[in-house]
């Protein structure tokens, strides 16, 4: 009888805890979703009056040249989720060991996941110029004759902002494997390294299988984060992603639409599409990435 209710209180104490962050979550993404669905239909203006224009922002998205490059490029993006996710994981294992100074190096990991985007990019950007350290260390070790313009060349433009993004979501993902790793019972690495295991097979066979609820839910965000990216392609090539187009994003584009152009209801419609095209991508993760964790083998 006692337990029972200190379950109860337990149970209720829990759900007034949940209370702020799911008025936040109401407030701030369920309303504006809701909301936000009919204006696709419409050719929503702020200082005028509104229209139901039902399907021609779609129409309009579909013969959208540049809407069709943003997208191309936000797709490519995505890219960069397996590079981010092995290099997480192979930290992750690294970290996870008992090594000297390891506190230290998962501090140090994980710092550039507290940093500013938006003065991780200016630096990167720096980086980047024909100035830049990159540059300097490149002229250095003879690997190029003269500095490369990686701001402005346009098959490199993208690939820079690539490696940022990377370079920032390492430590966060890293931490969340470590927390996975260090979920998996020890007896099982210990039983395998018994029967001859050697470390890739072990995590090839134990640690990775074990990993797989932790690699679905890395990935979701990751996708998630690379089709939605914004922050550095705004601040390294601004509004129309400079070079010529050449680093425009879905975010980026919808940006300019509703906050340049003033067409929101046209933006609205960019959203919903690429709401639709994560929706389909995060389905076909899930059908194919519900295996494994700790109670799938159980």
């Not at 890219?79 to 390891?102: D, G």
């Not at 550039?112 to 630096?123: G, R």
């Not at 433009?157 to 927390?179: D, Q, S």
């Not at 839910?217 to 400079?242: K, P, R, Y």
């Amino acid at each position: 009888m006692f337990s029972n209710k200190l379950m109860r209180r337990q149970a209720g104490f829990a759900y007034l805890l949940l209370i702020p962050g799911c008025v936040l979550l109401l407030t701030f993404t369920f309303y504006p979703i809701v909301r936000g669905l009919p204006l696709a239909f419409t050719d929503y203006s702020v200082i005028d009056s509104t229209h139901w224009v039902g399907w021609d922002n779609f129409k309009r998205a579909f013969s959208d040249s540049t809407f069709g490059l943003a997208l191309k490029h936000s797709l490519l993006y995505v890219l960069v989720v397996p590079v981010l996710q092995i290099l997480s994981i192979l930290m992750a294992v690294l970290v996870n060991n008992k090594l000297k100074f390891v506190h230290f190096f998962r501090v140090a990991y994980f710092v550039p996941v507290v940093t500013s985007m938006v003065a991780a990019a200016i630096a990167w950007k720096w980086v980047y110029e024909e100035q830049g350290i990159l540059n300097f260390f490149l002229l250095k070790l003879h690997i190029v004759r003269e500095p490369i313009v990686f701001m402005i060349e346009t098959k490199l433009a993208l690939l820079g902002v690539m490696i940022v993004t990377v370079w920032k979501g390492l430590g966060y993902y890293m931490m969340i494997y470590l927390a996975g790793l260090q979920s998996i019972p020890a007896e099982l690495v210990e039983s395998a390294r018994i029967d001859g295991a050697g470390w890739w097979r072990t995590v090839r066979h134990i640690t990775i299988p074990l990993l797989m609820p932790f690699v679905l839910l890395c990935s979701l965000i990751s996708v998630m984060g690379a089709i939605h990216v914004f922050d550095e392609v705004f601040v390294m090539h601004g509004e129309l992603g400079d070079p010529a187009y050449s680093t425009i994003t879905t975010s980026v584009y919808s940006y300019k639409v509703a906050f340049k152009d003033f067409e929101f209801g046209y933006s609205a419609t960019i959203g919903l599409l690429v709401s639709i095209i994560i929706m389909a991508i995060s389905i076909v993760m899930f059908r194919y990435t519900r295996r494994g964790g700790l109670t799938y083998y159980e």
